[in-house]
């Protein structure tokens, strides 16, 4: 595996790590959808998942990462959406989506 490839897979480990640091254990949707604060981090780490994801399919487009077209669009509905971003939306990527993409991710940097 390139060094860069790797160096952008722990970025996204970091991320959902801080989305999930964020949220601690209670994990609250409507903590989530009250404070403006948590709202941007969020938006902010998946904007980072998405473009280390955008650079991995440019260095190594024969990564197999699933989900990674979609992981690439989010990033660019949070931001050139932004006002358009739905908090149930994201709700459903933070407890469904990124459990899952840690551990794949994880599963690349072991």
């Known amino acids: ?42 938006e902010r780490e998946i904007e980072i998942i998405g473009e280390a994801m955008n650079r991995i399919m440019k260095i190594a487009p024969e990564f197999q990462i699933e989900n990674a077209r979609q992981i690439i669009d989010t990033r660019n509905w949070v931001i050139h959406g932004y ?22 991710i994880e599963g690349y940097l072991a």
Do not use: A, C
Not at 19 to 31: M, P, Q, T, V, Y
Not at 32 to 38: C, G, H, S, T, V
Not at 84 to 99: A, E, R
């Open 1 to 42: 595996m390139k060094r860069e490839v790797k160096k952008h897979l722990f970025d996204i480990k970091t991320s959902i790590e801080s989305i999930f640091d964020f949220l601690g254990e209670k994990r609250d949707f409507h903590e989530y959808q009250n404070n403006k604060l948590l709202r941007r981090g969020i």
């Open 83 to 104: 006002d358009k971003v739905d908090d149930f939306i994201i709700w459903g990527i933070i407890s469904i989506h990124l459990p899952k993409l840690k551990k794949e």
